[in-house]
C-alpha cells in the first residue's frame, strides 16, 4: 500500500526537524564534556517561537531539559519540547527529567531517539504518556545516534567507541619509505584533527610513533570553541616500557593524564621512575601471543575508566592490529590531492591482510567533508553500527 504524504504533513516534518537540528547543535555544545552521561539538547517551543534552550553540560548538573524549562520559565505550560534523547524516568545525580516535564505542564515532548541505557529505555516516554503528555519519537533519529554513539558503545559493552585516524595521499602513502609525514595534508584538515581530539575522551598510539615523532598528543586550537579547550588522555601501548623519559607526552603542563599500559615484560625500575612523573600513570595487563597489550584488555580498562571514546593515531601496525581483531568502530581518513608512487612507501596498515574480499571490513554511513583541497572520509563499520 501506497501511503501517500501531503504538503501540509510534510511542511508539519520538516518543522519538527527543523527544531530538533537545533537541538542537536545545543547538544554539541558540551560533547566530549558529559561523560558518563550522554550529550543531550533540548528546545521549548509555542506557537512556532522558541521560548526555552538547555544542554546537559556535565555529569552531576541538571538535565538539558530543567535548563530549558528554566529558560523558558512559565512559557512551558502548554508547550512542545524537542529532546535529542528520551527524558529520563529514574532518579541519579539528578532528578527525573520526565517528572520535570511534567510538572511543568509540558504539552507534547518530541524525541530524537530512545535512551539505549537499560535503566531508562522506553521507560520515560510510557512515563509520560501515563501522564497524557503526547510523545512522538525518532525525530532526526539516525543524526541523534550519531552524536551520541560513544554513549552507546559504553552504556552496552563497557567499551570505549574506537576511532581510527589517519591521513593519506591519494595513491594510499602515510609516510614516505624514511618516514616522513609531516605535513600530508594542509592546515584546515590538521586544525580540524584538533577540533576532533577537543572532543574525544582519550587519544592513543603506539610506542613506535612516540619513538618516531615524539607527539605531544594535545589540543592545540587558536580560537576556543564554545565548549572549551581541553586535552583527552594520552595513552600509550608499550610492551616493554621503551619510552625515554625525555618524551614530550611526559613532560606537558597538560591537565590530562598520560596513561602507559604495558605488559609484565617491562622492568620494575622503569615502571617506577614514569609513575613518579607528574601526571603519567602506569598499568600492567596480559600480553597477546605476539608479546605485546593485549587490546580488548585495554579497551576494557579504559571502559571502566569511563573513557567513552577513543580516537586511535597511531602507526601501520598499531592500526593492523585493530583492524585483524575488528576493534575498528568507525574511520577517518584525510585525504590529500597527492601522489608518492612506488611501492616502498608506508600505508594505512601493514603485515598479511586477508585473501579474500569477502573478509574486507565493510564501511557504511559514509560521509565526505572537505577542508580546501583535502577531503575528510567518514564512516561506521558496518557490525559495529549501534541498533
Not at 39 to 48: E, M, Q, R, S, T
Given at each position: 500500500m501506497t501511503?501517500?504524504?501531503?504538503?501540509q504533513q510534510e511542511t508539519a516534518i520538516a518543522q519538527h526537524e527543523s527544531y530538533m537540528r537545533l537541538a542537536l547543535d545545543l547538544a554539541r555544545c558540551a560533547e566530549g564534556r558529559t561523560g558518563p552521561n550522554p550529550p543531550v539538547g533540548a528546545l521549548i517551543v509555542v506557537d512556532g517561537v522558541i521560548v526555552g534552550r538547555g544542554f546537559h553540560p556535565r555529569a552531576g548538573e541538571p538535565h538539558a531539559e530543567v535548563f530549558a524549562l528554566c529558560d523558558a520559565a512559565e512559557q512551558s505550560r502548554g508547550a512542545d519540547v524537542y529532546v535529542t534523547l528520551e527524558p529520563c524516568s529514574h532518579h541519579g545525580r539528578t532528578g527525573p527529567c520526565c517528572d520535570a516535564l511534567i510538572a511543568a505542564g509540558i504539552r507534547r515532548v518530541f524525541i530524537g531517539m530512545s535512551d539505549p541505557n537499560p535503566l531508562v529505555n522506553g521507560r520515560g516516554v510510557a512515563r509520560l504518556r501515563a501522564a497524557g503528555v503526547e510523545v512522538v519519537t525518532g525525530i532526526l533519529e539516525k543524526e541523534c545516534r550519531h552524536l551520541i554513539a560513544p554513549f552507546i558503545k559504553h552504556v552496552t559493552s563497557g567499551l570505549p567507541l574506537v576511532i581510527l585516524k589517519s591521513a593519506m595521499t591519494l595513491?594510499?602513502?602515510t609516510a614516505t619509505v624514511t618516514g616522513d609525514s609531516q605535513w600530508i595534508t594542509n592546515v584546515r584538515s590538521r586544525l580540524?584533527?584538533?577540533?576532533v581530539r577537543n572532543r574525544v575522551d582519550a587519544i592513543l598510539v603506539g610506542i613506535g610513533t612516540v619513538l618516531?615523532?615524539?607527539?605531544?598528543?594535545?589540543?592545540?586550537?587558536?580560537e576556543i570553541p564554545a565548549i572549551g579547550m581541553r586535552d583527552p588522555l594520552r595513552v600509550v601501548l608499550d610492551a616493554?616500557?621503551?619510552i625515554p623519559l625525555t618524551a614530550?607526552?611526559?613532560?606537558?603542563d597538560s591537565a590530562a593524564s598520560?596513561?602507559?599500559l604495558t605488559t609484565g615484560a617491562a622492568a620494575q625500575d622503569k615502571v617506577e621512575q614514569l609513575r613518579a612523573l607528574s601526571g603519567v600513570e602506569v598499568e600492567i595487563l596480559p600480553a597477546d601471543d605476539a608479546g605485546q597489550v593485549e587490546l580488548l584488555a585495554a579497551l576494557q580498562l579504559l571502559g571502566r575508566r569511563q573513557v567513552q571514546s577513543l580516537l586511535i593515531e597511531g602507526g601501520a601496525r598499531i592500526h593492523q592490529s585493530f583492524l585483524q581483531q575488528r576493534l575498528i568502530d568507525r574511520v577517518m581518513v584525510y585525504v590529500a590531492p597527492k601522489l608518492l608512487g612506488g611501492s616502498d612507501g608506508q600505508g594505512l596498515f601493514c603485515g598479511p591482510g586477508p585473501q579474500r574480499l569477502a573478509e574486507a571490513l565493510s564501511l557504511q554511513e559514509l560521509r565526505t567533508r572537505r577542508f580546501d583541497d583535502d577531503i575528510l572520509i567518514e564512516a561506521e563499520v558496518a557490525s559495529c553500527l549501534p541498533v
Amino acid at each position: 500500500m501506497t501511503v501517500v504524504i501531503g504538503e501540509q504533513q510534510e511542511t508539519a516534518i520538516a518543522q519538527h526537524e527543523s527544531y530538533m537540528r537545533l537541538a542537536l547543535d545545543l547538544a554539541r555544545c558540551a560533547e566530549g564534556r558529559t561523560g558518563p552521561n550522554p550529550p543531550v539538547g533540548a528546545l521549548i517551543v509555542v506557537d512556532g517561537v522558541i521560548v526555552g534552550r538547555g544542554f546537559h553540560p556535565r555529569a552531576g548538573e541538571p538535565h538539558a531539559e530543567v535548563f530549558a524549562l528554566c529558560d523558558a520559565a512559565e512559557q512551558s505550560r502548554g508547550a512542545d519540547v524537542y529532546v535529542t534523547l528520551e527524558p529520563c524516568s529514574h532518579h541519579g545525580r539528578t532528578g527525573p527529567c520526565c517528572d520535570a516535564l511534567i510538572a511543568a505542564g509540558i504539552r507534547r515532548v518530541f524525541i530524537g531517539m530512545s535512551d539505549p541505557n537499560p535503566l531508562v529505555n522506553g521507560r520515560g516516554v510510557a512515563r509520560l504518556r501515563a501522564a497524557g503528555v503526547e510523545v512522538v519519537t525518532g525525530i532526526l533519529e539516525k543524526e541523534c545516534r550519531h552524536l551520541i554513539a560513544p554513549f552507546i558503545k559504553h552504556v552496552t559493552s563497557g567499551l570505549p567507541l574506537v576511532i581510527l585516524k589517519s591521513a593519506m595521499t591519494l595513491d594510499g602513502k602515510t609516510a614516505t619509505v624514511t618516514g616522513d609525514s609531516q605535513w600530508i595534508t594542509n592546515v584546515r584538515s590538521r586544525l580540524h584533527v584538533h577540533e576532533v581530539r577537543n572532543r574525544v575522551d582519550a587519544i592513543l598510539v603506539g610506542i613506535g610513533t612516540v619513538l618516531a615523532d615524539d607527539p605531544r598528543l594535545t589540543t592545540r586550537l587558536n580560537e576556543i570553541p564554545a565548549i572549551g579547550m581541553r586535552d583527552p588522555l594520552r595513552v600509550v601501548l608499550d610492551a616493554s616500557l621503551r619510552i625515554p623519559l625525555t618524551a614530550q607526552l611526559l613532560n606537558l603542563d597538560s591537565a590530562a593524564s598520560t596513561l602507559i599500559l604495558t605488559t609484565g615484560a617491562a622492568a620494575q625500575d622503569k615502571v617506577e621512575q614514569l609513575r613518579a612523573l607528574s601526571g603519567v600513570e602506569v598499568e600492567i595487563l596480559p600480553a597477546d601471543d605476539a608479546g605485546q597489550v593485549e587490546l580488548l584488555a585495554a579497551l576494557q580498562l579504559l571502559g571502566r575508566r569511563q573513557v567513552q571514546s577513543l580516537l586511535i593515531e597511531g602507526g601501520a601496525r598499531i592500526h593492523q592490529s585493530f583492524l585483524q581483531q575488528r576493534l575498528i568502530d568507525r574511520v577517518m581518513v584525510y585525504v590529500a590531492p597527492k601522489l608518492l608512487g612506488g611501492s616502498d612507501g608506508q600505508g594505512l596498515f601493514c603485515g598479511p591482510g586477508p585473501q579474500r574480499l569477502a573478509e574486507a571490513l565493510s564501511l557504511q554511513e559514509l560521509r565526505t567533508r572537505r577542508f580546501d583541497d583535502d577531503i575528510l572520509i567518514e564512516a561506521e563499520v558496518a557490525s559495529c553500527l549501534p541498533v
